[in-house]
């Protein structure tokens, strides 16, 4: 069974620009995460959906985080502008039922370097 | 956001040692998990606990539940060089689906 995947791996843009970050879930999985992990840092939920619906997006910075999950199987998290503070590894993971949240499966992460 | 404790924050000891780890939390939690996330990876469930007390083992790797529910720990007994990596805890609390992390313990084999 194919995991989790995500492009690019790494990303290096300045202060000011847009970026936009792609996963594709294991096949079948209906709930979707992004995790911002900073250097040193455990994972930070940013947005979670279920099927193609957010179910929470409480720790998104809405003025210029983004995410979609149009089909409700592959994600996008954009990123615009981008600020210094945003150098992060940005994690994807799937799960196949929201309820069992130790079901996470992660992507190898997009490295996120902004200067 | 919250992050959980953990502690220590890296250790360094040599192949065949045990090691231990812990994670503190001011919340109470009724899910704890331990991750083990190598260079370049995201992190791979390693032990998962579901009840105040549980003792489980996945391997030379066994984690326990504290009994206040404010806290979990890891061991590893007899460590090999692919142990390296950083640890998280993370905690689930009732009726909330979000996963709270730890902020890892880094764990390095000196030959």
């Known amino acids: 069974e194919a995991g989790v995947a995500q492009s690019p791996r790494y990303k290096i843009i300045e202060k000011r620009q847009s970026v936009a970050f792609w996963c594709n879930p294991i096949s079948g999985h209906a709930t979707l995460y992004w995790y911002q992990q900073i250097l040193g840092q455990g994972p930070k939920l940013l947005i979670q959906f279920q099927n193609n619906g957010v179910v929470d997006d409480s720790q998104l910075p809405k003025d210029r985080f983004s995410a979609e999950r149009l089909k409700g199987v592959d994600s996008t998290l954009k990123i615009q502008p981008a600020k210094l503070e945003d150098s992060a590894v940005y994690l994807c993971?799937?799960?196949?039922?929201?309820?069992?949240?130790?079901?996470?499966?992660f992507g190898p992460g997009t490295r996120l370097t902004v200067l | 956001g919250q992050q959980l404790n953990q502690s220590p924050q890296s250790m360094f000891i040599q192949e065949g040692e045990d090691v231990s780890m812990n994670c503190t939390s001011s919340?109470?939690?009724?899910?704890w998990l331990w991750y083990k996330q190598e260079p370049g990876e995201g992190p791979v469930l390693l032990i998962a606990?579901?009840?105040?007390?549980e003792l489980t083992s996945n391997g030379r790797l066994t984690a326990q539940f504290g009994i206040t529910r404010k806290d979990s720990f890891l061991n590893i007994s007899a460590s090999i060089p692919s142990d390296v990596g950083i640890y998280f805890c993370?905690?689930?609390?009732?009726?909330?689906?979000?996963?709270?992390f730890g902020t890892g313990t880094r764990l390095t084999i000196i030959p």
């Open positions: 993370a905690g689930r609390r009732f009726g909330n689906e979000k996963l709270t």
């Open positions: 606990l579901y009840k105040a007390g």
């Open positions: 919340s109470i939690f009724n899910t």
């Open positions: 993971a799937s799960s196949p039922d929201r309820a069992r949240t130790d079901t996470q499966y």
